[in-house]
């Protein structure tokens, strides 16, 4: 069975091949695909943007395909920046910007009070209209300063709950153990090995 990954994130495709590595699936991507436009991800919900994005494929390759949305909510923002994650200082923001925006905003909210959680959707779309939704989650908090030079986007102000270090101060390894990404994959595996188990 071919699956087609709906992103050119070269790291993103890496660590998807990592998780489902062993079974019976060849994974392809938008890469091989040249005619396949860009997906403007304006939905309200990681669910909304998920489905977009691999609804779209799904149709212009005639294959079952991948799509994810990831982002970060905080409690005290009411869930900001939430599926505005990678654009909450700007469309085109860089990391270091969405991070010192986070923290104006959380400016003189006490650590206690600075909870939040990485969400991440998973969407598989196959012809026939048939879609299936994998959900992830880490809770933590949100520090004051950015720590750590691994990761990217928010993890430098990112504890994960049990631990004392930021995402960014963790080796990739150790972060993917217990990533909200991570969490979602795991269970598109298992659905995967039902699912080809069974052809």
Not at 59 to 88: F, H, I, M
Request: overall charge neutral.
């Amino acid at each position: 069975m071919q699956i087609v990954i709906a992103s050119r994130n070269k790291k993103k495709i890496e660590e998807l091949k990592r998780i489902l590595e062993g079974l019976s699936i060849e994974l392809l991507s938008v890469n091989n695909f040249p005619h396949l436009g860009e997906v403007v991800e304006d939905g309200e919900t990681f669910q909304e943007n998920a489905l977009k994005k691999a609804r779209y494929v799904c149709k212009q390759t005639g294959l079952p395909a991948l799509a994810d949305d990831s982002g970060l909510e905080v409690d005290a923002l009411e869930g900001a920046p939430g599926v505005r994650s990678a654009r909450y200082a700007g469309d085109n923001a860089t990391d270091e910007d969405n991070i010192k925006k986070l923290l104006k905003d959380l400016e003189g909210v006490p650590l206690d009070r600075r909870t939040a959680r990485f969400v991440c959707c998973i969407a598989l779309v196959f012809p026939g209209h048939k879609e299936y939704l994998f959900w992830g989650y880490v809770r933590g908090k949100i520090t004051e300063t950015p720590r750590g030079s691994y990761g990217f986007g928010y993890d430098p102000v990112f504890i994960p709950e049990g631990f004392s270090t930021t995402f960014a101060q963790m080796l990739p390894h150790e972060k993917d153990r217990i990533s909200h990404r991570k969490e979602a994959l795991d269970k598109l595996r298992e659905f995967l090995i039902k699912l080809t188990t069974n052809l």
